[in-house]
């Protein structure tokens, strides 16, 4: 600070030249707004740091993950099934129902075929898919020949597979030991 001398009319006046300002050392009192807004910042740029660094994990993780395919099996499930009796043998689609049901198949509904009891060999169809792959599970499991697997799409009937037992019924596997 420089002290300088004025002249006012017979009096002295001593003035101080102010030097220019400098930041004062005590803090500047901060609004709740503005540490709430840097809390803020600072908690979004954490959260971007744990995103980024869970995508990179993940990116570099996946490579032994083996990819889904669109031509393989579809994912496993219980295979819902329908029995219908074509042949007339009274309790047969009962005991074709108990096997499956064994066997791990969701037996969903047994009765007699609409058609009437003339059909002569067994029929599988697969209601979901055209590549029969539930109905050949099933087919495997009574040991029916794949020529009578059959595709026939019914979205509407909330199951997969139906079975219309025909006259050939000796030739079903319905025994784990046969």
């Known amino acids: 600070m420089v002290r300088r001398r004025r002249n006012t009319g017979g009096r002295t006046q001593t003035t101080r030249k102010h ?5 004062s ?10 540490r709430f807004l840097t809390t803020a910042i600072w908690g979004l740029g954490l959260i971007n740091v744990a995103l980024v660094f869970s995508f990179m994990s993940n990116f570099f993780s996946a490579d032994s993950e083996q990819p889904l395919s669109m031509n393989g099996p579809p994912p496993v499930r219980r295979i819902t099934v329908e029995v219908l009796n074509a042949c007339g043998v009274q309790g047969l689609a009962n005991d074709v129902t108990q096997y499956l049901r064994q066997q791990k198949f969701d037996v969903v509904s047994v009765g007699n075929f609409s058609g009437g009891f ?41 199951l997969m ?5 025909g006259k050939d019924y000796r030739e079903l596997k319905l025994s784990a030991g046969r």
Do not use: G, H, M, W
């Open 19 to 23: 030097s220019p300002k400098r930041p």
């Open 161 to 165: 597979v139906t079975v219309i037992i």
């Open 25 to 34: 050392k005590r803090r500047k009192n901060v609004s709740l707004k503005e």
């Open 118 to 158: 003339n059909l002569d060999k067994t029929l599988i169809f697969d209601r979901i898919s055209l590549d029969c792959y539930n109905a050949k599970k099933v087919a495997e499991a009574l040991d029916i020949e794949a020529n009578q697997v059959v595709p026939e799409l019914e979205s509407s009937l909330q």
